[in-house]
């Protein structure tokens, strides 16, 4: 099979889909057939590394996130490359420029679009522009809906995300079908423990607490540091270390500050070694990841891999799949019932044999995930070119259309201006 994927983040960026979407197109290229990948262009971006075509569109930096690119997909080369790539269908991982391309190339060349939801966009624009409205992610989530509206076939990570698409107003078919995890099964050295902790200052031979991800509010980080300063308070002695980089570090290092935690809880900053990063998780007791934005995290998954149960809040779409004291922790998403849950897994829980659970029940690698991918990937295919299909909506995008997909005025109503 030849599948094209497209997305807005791509390796060297290491969030979740971009980590989704290289798994799908290395696997696919070793196991299935021929993948492609459609990104905007990133300079520090070494394309002819990979071992299958990356396909780079134009871009420029955006304001609200250092990381990524805006893409602006307008170009003759770009249209011409596009046209003439042999694939059977197309899979976009986000509903922005990315997905638009992904759908107006589907158009065009008569192709099946599948498109993943896989993040809390309402949410995400809410926090990001920390403003006391509700207006922007309102508008965001019904112009996400009617993304979803106009792709052949829905995916979702997870069926919590799934209930979350449906929540923004689509009310079509979705397909639950999970991410997986590239991070080898490890276990526990006594060595490679030892070792981390002299690297990182933690204290080996007290627990120790850690958190993989972007450090931003919105994945509820202050709340883990609110929550160790007053276990802290109590007498507990633990190491606590945050991997990762993002716009609120220098806050969450403010804090951690003027909570006098300095010699306990670290900072290791983006660690982008994976086999480094493995043994940080296999060194860890417990996992802390209280977001309630992310769905289905991959992190969550890589620690359980390393034998590392995760503490995360009830109810989210993080928690899906963990029962509270067996494969994991379930608190609310207040600082004592953390703070709580985080003093339960010293003295009331046995952490490792939690962590194994989570490995047995947890885990699943990409390999599992892109067996379940590529069969459905052939039924649609078969399934298309046997019957004619006439697309749900009729799209009408070209180039100078793009940014007109974004004008939400137009579901800007009476209601909302009021």
Same mark, same amino acid.
């Given at each position: ?28 290229? %070793? ?57 059977? /269908? ?90 997986? &995890?590239?991070?080898? *099964? ?36 202050? /709340? ?12 507990? %002695? ?26 306990? *809880? ?35 998954? %890589?620690?359980?891999? &390393? ?27 207040? *600082? ?23 490995? %047995? ?41 793009? /940014? ?15």
């Amino acid at each position: 099979m030849r599948i094209a994927l497209a997305n807005e983040s791509f390796a060297p960026q290491y969030d979740g889909v971009a980590v989704c979407t290289q798994n799908y197109a290395k696997i696919i290229n %070793e196991k299935y057939g021929t993948s492609y990948v459609i990104v905007p262009k990133d300079k520090s971006r070494d394309a002819e590394s990979f071992p299958y075509q990356i396909i780079q569109y134009p871009a420029t930096k955006p304001i609200i996130a250092d990381q990524y690119t805006i893409g602006i997909p307008i170009s003759p080369k770009l249209s011409k490359t596009l046209g003439e790539i042999p694939i059977d /269908l197309i899979h976009s991982h986000c509903p922005f420029v990315s997905g638009i391309l992904a759908q107006r190339l589907a158009k065009k060349r008569g192709l099946p679009h599948i498109s993943t939801f896989h993040s809390k966009f309402k949410d995400d624009v809410n926090n990001r522009l920390r403003l006391n409205l509700n207006l922007p992610g309102e508008l965001v989530a019904r112009y996400v809906s009617a993304f979803y509206d106009k792709c052949d076939y829905v995916w979702a990570v997870s069926s919590g995300t799934a209930q979350t698409l449906k929540e923004y107003g689509y009310k079509g078919e979705i397909t639950v079908m999970p991410n997986g &995890c590239d991070m080898p *099964v490890t276990y526990r050295d006594a060595e490679t423990r030892k070792s981390i902790a002299e690297e990182y200052g933690l204290n080996n031979d007290k627990p120790i607490f850690l958190f993989v991800g972007r450090i931003t509010y919105t994945k509820n980080i202050h /709340l883990i540091v609110k929550a160790l300063g007053a276990l802290k308070r109590r007498g507990r %002695e633990f190491s606590m270390l945050f991997v990762g980089g993002g716009e609120d570090m220098k806050t969450l290092q403010s804090l951690v500050k003027s909570l006098d935690m300095d010699d306990c *809880v670290k900072f290791a900053g983006k660690v982008m070694d994976r086999e480094k990063l493995r043994n940080i998780y296999a060194s860890s007791d417990l996992f802390i990841f209280p977001s309630v934005y992310d769905n289905a995290p991959l992190v969550v998954r %890589e620690a359980a891999a &390393c034998g590392c149960a995760s503490l995360l809040i009830k109810g989210s779409n993080s928690a899906e799949g963990v029962t509270d004291g067996e494969n994991g922790i379930l608190t609310e998403e207040r *600082v004592s019932d953390i703070a709580i849950g985080i003093d339960d897994a010293i003295y009331r829980y046995d952490m490792k044999k939690m962590g194994e659970n989570a490995r %047995e029940t947890i885990f699943m690698s990409w390999d599992e995930v892109l067996e379940k991918v590529t069969t459905e990937y052939s039924r649609i295919i078969e399934e298309w070119n046997k019957t004619p299909h006439k697309r749900r909506k009729k799209i009408t995008l070209d180039q100078i259309d793009i /940014l007109a997909e974004f004008n939400l005025r137009r579901t800007y109503n009476k209601k909302d201006r009021k």
